[in-house]
């Protein structure tokens, strides 16, 4: 019963998605202003496919990998995680958690780790930022859509599930 409720999940998922073209399922750049710096790779650890299915619990590792015209530049980068309608779910800045801006190089590779993974369903878009030294210019942006998927265990109204303790008295 419950791999009929997943793949009907999965199904309307599947449904209510923008419809996208082909060539807009691979990464892609769309910033066209002049670019002191570029992403070159985005990657997904586990790596199942160009569509991976994971589970909630999961470690999710995402991999940047970038250059710079100049190794005097600085860079931050960003991740935004946004549900499959573009509904914004999770993001992450390097400057926003205290590390210090990329520089002294012109190639760069940073992966941020999400463990225990809170999605408990649905289908995700990946967005990878290249930001200026303190976080507010982007210099480029990667998208990945569809990124990965997340199967459900048991069946979940909400699209997180997080830790919590019922306290009866």
Do not use: C
Not at 113 to 120: K, Y
Request: hydrophobic fraction near 40%.
């Amino acid at each position: 019963a419950s791999d009929v409720i997943r793949e009907y999940e999965e199904h309307l998922t599947r449904k209510s998605a923008p419809r996208v073209r082909p060539d807009e399922l691979a990464v892609h750049h769309d910033v066209a202003a002049p670019r002191p710096g570029r992403i070159r790779a985005v990657r997904l650890e586990p790596s199942r496919g160009e569509h991976p299915f994971l589970r909630r619990g999961e470690t999710l590792r995402i991999g940047v990998d970038w250059e710079a015209d100049s190794p005097d530049l600085e860079f931050h980068l960003g991740i935004g995680v946004n549900r499959s309608d573009e509904v914004e779910v999770m993001s992450f800045a390097t400057h926003l958690s205290g590390v210090p801006p990329f520089s002294g190089s012109t190639r760069y590779h940073a992966e941020l780790e999400i463990p225990d993974l809170p999605l408990t369903k649905g289908e995700f878009v990946l967005y990878a930022f290249l930001l200026d030294r303190v976080g507010l210019h982007v210099f480029d942006r990667h998208v990945i859509r569809p990124a990965f998927s997340i199967q459900g265990g048991r069946y979940q109204l909400a699209l997180l599930e997080t830790a919590h303790r019922w306290i009866v008295k």
